[in-house]
């Protein structure tokens, strides 16, 4: 082990609360950073708690930290130990969280990175509002192994890149989504890569492989809004549009029409999984 991970990890206190969340089966851990102790070490938490049979094993890492702007900040990590600026699924789990401990009522404000969204819990439901597009293009070309391959290109604070298929459950989605995620039209980031089929005008199926995770996931609430932009934009659907990822756990995209997508809202489950305490052994015993 690096010594520094290992000091890192020794100052940490010997149990950590933590809850795990799941948004149409995209799982997440959430860690109370009010205090501000896993700032120093975020990246460490994530790699290292993320890692499935290792330790808890996660979609991402959640923290709830104070804001002086909203009711609460919350900072999104992937498994890789990289920040990232929005999540639907998340910002979801991060507003069931904060109403069950309390952080805030039913209707919340969230800071992130790239402004403050509002959100609402019902239930064991969440709709959140999510940010404008900075950018969407369509039909962008690239070329894959000598071939022209059209897709949507959507920057939803993170980078969306999407592409029509039929049968979508039948396809090997994984090789080809990496190539495009690691092209050369997208570096450095990287993007975010989308399979959709359009079933009707407010049903879509879609599948996802998410930067980070490098893998895909069975659901992707920021793809999905990504989808309704680019599927809108098209005239293929209309809103309120239902997208069936590969949980099967449905999420729905609301948008007024005609609104320049400037009041979008994602709505699904956010069901608490588990609470329970983080040993240090949690983060130990990796290769």
Known sequence: MNPDHLETITQLPDRIQFSKFSAS???????????????????????????????????????????????????????????????GNGGRCAARYALLSVIAGRKMN??????????EVVGSSVKIRFVTP?????????????????GHFVRLGDPHFLL?????????????????RYHERFKPEGVNVHFIEPLNRHYVKIRSYERGVEDETLACGSGCISAAIATYATKQTMPPITFEPQSGIPLIVHFPEESNFQDLYLEGDARLIYRGELTKESLLGFP
Request: charged letters at 25%; a positive charge; glycine letters at 6%.
């Open 110 to 119: 969230l800071e992130t990175n790239i402004g403050v969204i509002d959100a």
């Open 25 to 87: 089966a995209n799982d997440f851990i959430v860690l109370d950073n009010r205090s501000g102790q896993f700032t120093h070490c975020a990246s460490l938490l994530a790699k290292r708690l993320c890692s499935r049979r290792y330790s808890i094993g996660a979609d991402g890492l959640i923290l709830i930290e104070n804001s002086n702007k909203a009711s609460f900040r919350v900072r999104f990590i992937n498994p890789d130990g990289i920040q990232f600026n929005t999540c």
């Open 134 to 150: 900075s950018r969407f293009t369509l039909n962008v070309p690239i070329i894959l192994d000598g071939k022209v391959i059209k």
């Open 164 to 180: 029509y298929v039929t049968d979508i459950r039948k396809h090997k989605i994984i090789p080809l989504a990496r190539k495009i």
